[in-house]
Nanobody
């Protein structure tokens, strides 16, 4: 059974940094696409960043490009999201996702597995 467990969220001041982790278990993810989404209550879940396990390919939402970096540690089966220059509008629950399809997509229904999420709050 695939499990995705996020950690690293918290409260930070505007301009600060956080690093989120997503520990994946339950199968081999070598051909999977991994992604971070975020959601604010009352809003749709939105794509933040995505990465492939087995090739140097990544993708970012325009709103985070240049501030966030997605990376992976294959040996640890863990995906990271380094978030710098945080803004109050980055406040959301950040959710890790995995897709059996070997490509990165911004579409929610592309992804087969989801974590529970970790709260990120950026104060002004």
């Amino acid at each position: 059974q695939v499990q995705l467990v996020e950690s690293g969220g918290g409260l930070v001041q505007a301009g600060g940094s956080l690093r989120l982790s997503c520990a994946a278990s339950g199968r081999t993810f070598s051909n999977y696409a991994m992604a971070w989404f975020r959601q604010v209550p009352g809003n749709e879940r939105e794509f933040v960043a995505g990465i492939m396990w087995n090739e140097p390919s990544d993708r970012y939402a325009d709103s985070v490009k240049g501030r966030f970096t997605i990376s992976r540690d294959n040996a640890k089966n863990t995906v990271y999201l380094q978030m710098n220059s945080l803004k109050p509008e980055d406040t959301a629950v950040y959710i890790c996702a995995a897709s059996r399809l070997s490509a990165i997509s911004t579409l929610r229904n592309w992804y087969n597995y989801w974590g529970q999420g970790t709260q990120v709050t950026v104060s002004s």
